[in-house]
C-alpha cells in the first residue's frame, strides 16, 4: 500500500507525504548519536481536494499548533529507536486525526433538571445556611 488508508473510501498518496528523518534524542544509549531515527511527517492538508472544507475546519482545531501558517500539518514521532515504527507512529496519528474530524459533530440537546434533582439542590442549599447561621454569635438583647 502507498500512502495512508484513512478509510475505505480515502487514501492519501505517498507523493503528498513529506518525511524528514533526523537523530532523536528518545531512548538508545550511544547508539542515538549514529542512527536516525526520529521521523517528521509534513502533509498539506488546506486545499486538499481530499477533504472538504468542513473536515478541514475540525482537523485544524483538532491538531492546534500542529497546523502551520501554511497550512500543512506536522507530525514528529522519536518515541521507538526504530525508523520503520515511528513513520508507522506518524502515518497512524495522522489517519486517527482525519477520521476523527470526519465524523460529524452531534449537536447537544439541551435538558432540564429533573423536579427531584431541583428540590435536592434547595434543601442542601437550606441545610448548608442553616449550619452557617448556626455558627454566628449570638445577638445580645438588652
Keep these: 500500500m502507498d500512502g495512508?488508508?484513512?478509510n475505505s473510501n480515502l487514501l492519501i498518496p505517498e507523493t503528498?507525504?513529506?518525511?524528514?528523518?533526523?537523530?532523536s534524542s528518545g531512548p538508545g544509549g550511544q547508539n542515538?548519536?549514529?542512527v536516525n531515527s526520529k521521523v517528521t511527517?509534513?502533509?498539506q492538508a488546506e486545499g486538499n481536494p481530499l477533504l472538504d472544507d468542513r473536515t478541514q475546519q475540525r482537523l485544524r482545531?483538532?491538531?492546534?499548533?500542529?497546523?502551520?501558517?501554511?497550512g500543512s500539518i506536522l507530525i514528529t514521532s522519536q518515541t521507538s529507536r526504530d525508523q520503520a515504527t515511528n513513520k508507522r507512529l506518524c502515518k497512524e496519528r495522522l489517519r486517527q486525526w482525519i477520521l476523527q474530524a470526519m465524523q460529524p459533530v452531534?449537536?447537544?440537546?439541551p435538558t432540564r433538571p429533573t423536579h427531584g434533582s431541583v428540590r435536592r439542590r434547595l434543601q442542601n442549599k437550606q441545610r448548608q445556611a442553616d449550619k452557617k447561621s448556626?455558627?454566628?454569635?449570638?445577638?445580645?438583647?438588652?
Excluded at 482545531?61 to 501554511?70: C, I, K, N, P
Design 4 to 6: 495512508i488508508a484513512i
Design 16 to 23: 503528498q507525504l513529506e518525511w524528514i528523518i533526523a537523530r
Design 32 to 34: 542515538v548519536n549514529k
Design 41 to 43: 511527517l509534513r502533509w
Design 61 to 70: 482545531a483538532l491538531v492546534g499548533s500542529r497546523w502551520l501558517q501554511d
Design 106 to 109: 452531534i449537536p447537544r440537546r
Design 134 to 142: 448556626g455558627r454566628s454569635t449570638p445577638r445580645w438583647e438588652g
